[in-house]
């Protein structure tokens, strides 16, 4: 699904009315913990916010993507298809997470899927959007670029330790049944 998807929705226009709002959850958004309150207002002028009612698919997993969003009110359940071929719920993230960040740099297919538990509030930042805050706010452009690196690299450490974590632990089964 692409950032296209979200107009059959309808926008609510840019995210600037609802700056208060990130602002008052800014620091549960590791994305951006850095920025100033000025900063969050010239990017909420870059993102489109969206009311999504509960049920809704917004992230399909093993679809292009090309944006990150950030959830402002509401919670998105995340499910990843496994093994067996069913869908199996990975997390559920709510008010000041993001989703959608690996996809938005590298236009890869989705890892998961997305679908809102409850209505949700969001705010979308697509890559277009990404590209004109390089060109229109370059320092702003490479402190998003850096949080977002940043927050890749901590993911991916977490995934790594829980990866050693479960060699570790399939080790000592296999140990302890010899």
């Known amino acids: 699904m692409s950032a296209n998807h979200f107009h059959t929705i309808g926008s609510l ?6 700056v208060s709002r990130i602002l008052g959850i800014i620091e549960h958004i590791n994305l951006f913990e850095d920025f100033s309150p000025g900063e969050v207002e010239k990017l909420a002028r870059y993102m489109v916010a969206y009311r999504v009612p509960a049920g809704a698919q917004i992230i399909e997993e093993g679809e292009p993507g ?8 509401g ?13 199996a719920r990975i997390g559920l993230a709510g008010p000041g ?13 989705r890892f998961a899927s997305c679908i809102t538990e409850q209505d949700c509030l ?11 805050i390089l060109a ?15 927050l890749l690299n901590q993911r991916l ?8 974590r479960c060699m570790s632990d399939k080790q000592k089964r296999i140990g302890m049944v010899r």
């Open 122 to 132: 969001l705010a979308v930042l697509d890559r277009e959007n990404l590209s004109r």
């Open 157 to 164: 450490r977490g995934v790594s330790n829980d990866l050693m």
């Open 75 to 87: 919670s998105i359940e995340i499910v990843k298809t496994g093994s067996n071929g069913l869908p």
């Open 97 to 109: 997470k993001t989703l959608g960040e690996m996809s938005v740099i590298d236009g890869e297919p």
């Open 66 to 73: 090309d944006f990150l969003l950030l959830i402002i009110e």
């Open 13 to 18: 226009g840019d995210a600037t009315p609802f």
């Open 136 to 150: 229109d706010e370059p320092r702003m452009g490479v402190k998003i670029l850096m949080e977002l690196l940043m």
